[in-house]
């Protein structure tokens, strides 16, 4: 505290944490923790931390055993839907992957109990935590690792504050979607108080066209998700006119993330190892989240609209794309592969007949989408767009697309640019879906935006006060989200996986 305002505001907020700290979290300990949109502003302005919000992931409810806070974790393999029709086979935590977030306040004791449910052995780490080495969850040096049906319990307690995060320490067991939020609330809130906070995991697969089981040897990912859900599936941030904003953002991938918010300046204000001072924050509206890493950014979101929020690589604005969507190439014969196998594409195994980036395979669309499979059938854009180029191709867009390219959208002469096509049949309102993600945080959005909000994108929609109550009057009325679920040939599949014989 280097000036008097600051140690006003740190008095009082101290008081205010004395009193109603310890009442925060008391109520969530029987049921469920809240979900989805609270109007926690009330106890903002009473110098308490809100609770974070993570949405479209549940919250771990917790019991008290004295004074311990007890935690159940069930390490396990789950059906998550990521987007409509598309659920994935994934390993992550009581259901969900990401697990349930956890949040706790500075200074608890806490006792973790965890089950392995997987075929195989695992081990939890609790990511950044200062706790005795025997809790660290290093597999085959700080533990042994928790076979198959068994069981490992942690405790320690926490005197950091800040956004942690908990995940299996088995490498390749992260890339299958074992990643969990574990927030430390401060004992003394961290001034300027925030009237919403939010927690943003960032994570990524590459699935084989027709798959549900992520690759996990694989780099060419293609399907990239906001707490669990591909745009336009993942729930928007909903803020009110004039709020502050906290939003945490967690990575724990194979690939960084330029996280960018259009419409506002934020400050970066902590990291994974906690709150930087506030004389060491800086301005951006893109932050870098590299692996391992978190981001806290605040912003006061004085400025009103439906903003997206998402990384700024181009190839993590897509959805599915991979070999199915087509090449980037003209003319039917001679289409580049849509990548060769794993054994020769990726180089990690015997190249045969020669070396990946050999002239034996000349260029190729990727590293390969799977192990054992033989280079995809050449395909194009370009005939499809010979196709269309100049016509009035009204609703000729995919089956469950609510549109087709609208008459207009490619030039006559679209074919004859090189180049051509680009975004033209990968985004727009042909991939608009708005039916299929509907829900009340989407209230009001205009008609056909989804066709243009895929892969790790979604928005921070500030709403001015009549707006923000009408979708909150919604979320509270529990109007669900209904995505189109998956064919059953698919869950038939998941279904063994879950129950083997
Ligand atoms: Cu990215």
């Not at 979607?177 to 108080?193: E, N, R, S």
């Not at 592969?337 to 980036?357: F, K, R, Y």
Request: glycine residues 12%; negative net charge.
């Amino acid at each position: 505290m280097s000036n008097r305002r600051n140690f006003v505001r740190g008095f009082f907020s101290l008081t205010a944490a004395s009193l109603g700290a310890s009442r925060l979290f008391a109520q969530q300990s029987s049921t469920p923790s809240a979900r989805g949109y609270e109007d926690h502003r009330s106890g903002a302005r009473g110098g308490v931390s809100v609770p974070v919000q993570t949405t479209d992931v549940p919250d771990l409810p917790f019991t008290l055993d004295s004074g311990v806070k007890v935690f159940h974790l069930i390490a396990e393999p789950v059906k998550q839907q990521i987007a409509p029709n598309k659920v994935l086979a994934l390993w992550g935590f009581n259901g969900s992957a990401p697990g349930p977030t956890i949040q706790v306040n500075q200074g608890d004791r806490v006792r973790l109990i965890v089950d392995n449910h997987l075929p195989e052995p695992t081990s939890m780490h609790w990511h950044g935590f200062e706790i005795p080495h025997n809790m660290d969850g290093g597999p085959g040096i700080s533990q042994q690792p928790i076979k198959p049906g068994g069981r490992f319990v942690y405790e320690f307690t926490l005197h950091q504050a800040g956004t942690y995060f908990y995940h299996s320490h088995m490498a390749m067991q992260e890339m299958m979607g074992m990643l969990g939020a574990f927030i430390m609330h401060a004992k003394q809130p961290h001034p300027p108080a925030a009237e919403k906070d939010f927690v943003v995991l960032l994570q990524e697969y590459a699935v084989l066209p027709n798959n549900i089981v992520p690759n996990s040897m694989n780099m060419e990912f293609n399907w990239l998700l906001i707490n669990g859900k591909a745009g336009p599936a993942a729930t928007p941030l909903i803020v009110r006119l004039g709020d502050r904003v906290r939003i945490r953002m967690i990575n724990l991938g194979m690939d960084h993330h330029p996280i960018h918010l259009h419409g506002h300046t934020f400050v970066v204000t902590g990291t994974e190892g906690g709150r930087i001072p506030e004389t060491a924050w800086y301005p951006g509206n893109t932050v870098l989240v590299g692996v391992a890493q978190a981001r806290e950014i605040e912003f006061v979101a004085n400025n009103p609209g439906d903003w997206m929020l998402h990384c700024h690589l181009p190839h993590h604005m897509m959805n599915q794309m991979s070999s199915n969507i087509g090449m980037m190439t003209r003319g039917g014969r001679g289409a580049m592969p849509a990548g060769v196998s794993m054994e020769n594409g990726m180089g990690m195994l015997t190249g045969e007949p020669g070396a990946p980036a050999g002239d034996d395979y000349g260029p190729s669309l990727g590293r390969g989408m799977g192990v054992g499979s033989t280079n995809d059938q050449p395909t194009t854009n370009g005939s499809i767009a010979k196709q269309n180029a100049g016509k009035n191709t009204d609703r000729q867009g995919m089956p469950g697309m609510q549109m087709g390219t609208e008459s207009g959208d490619i030039a006559q002469d679209a074919d004859s640019v090189p180049g051509f096509p680009q975004d033209a049949y990968m985004e727009g309102p042909m991939m608009a879906v708005d039916e299929m993600v509907s829900k009340p945080e989407n209230y009001g959005l205009p008609s056909g935006w989804s066709g243009f909000m895929q892969g790790m994108m979604t928005f921070v929609r500030v709403l001015p006060p009549d707006q923000y109550d009408e979708v909150m009057r919604r979320v509270h009325k529990g109007e669900k989200q209904q995505m189109p679920d998956i064919p059953e040939t698919n869950m038939h599949d998941m279904h063994n996986m879950n129950h083997p014989k």
